[in-house]
């Protein structure tokens, strides 16, 4: 059974920046898609980005040009670099993994607070 553990969330001032991190229990973790989601109170859940077994990545619109998603196989890690904060990014940010078109796997969520 995969498990994805999320770090890094946290309380930061606009304008700030965090770095997410999951760690998946993954043997062969090379030849996973991973991605992250986010949602926020009262909203729906949203993705954030992704990236494929061979590195290449997606973006939301409204983050695109601020965070960055990569990850480093030989760690089975994958991180979520967040830049130029804003409130609108407060949210639970989930871990997510997949072979497929489906995300299989999700971790518990770490939450990320924007203050103004």
């Known amino acids: 059974q995969v498990q994805l553990v999320e770090s890094g969330g946290g309380l930061v001032q606009a304008g700030g920046s965090l770095r997410l991190s999951c760690v998946a229990s993954?043997?062969?973790?090379?030849?996973?898609?991973m991605g992250w989601y986010r949602q926020a109170p009262g909203k729906q859940r949203e993705l954030v980005a992704r990236?494929?077994?061979?590195?290449?990545?997606m973006y939301a619109d409204s983050v695109t040009g601020r965070f960055i998603i990569f990850r480093i196989n030989n760690k089975n890690t994958v991180y979520l670099q967040m830049n130029s904060l804003k409130p609108e990014d407060t949210a639970v940010y989930y871990c997510?993994?997949?072979?497929?078109?489906?995300?299989?796997?999700w971790g518990q969520g770490t939450q990320v607070t924007v203050s103004s």
């Open positions: 997510v993994a997949g072979t497929s078109d489906i995300w299989s796997s």
């Open positions: 990236i494929t077994s061979e590195g290449r990545t």
């Open positions: 993954i043997s062969d973790f090379r030849s996973y898609r």
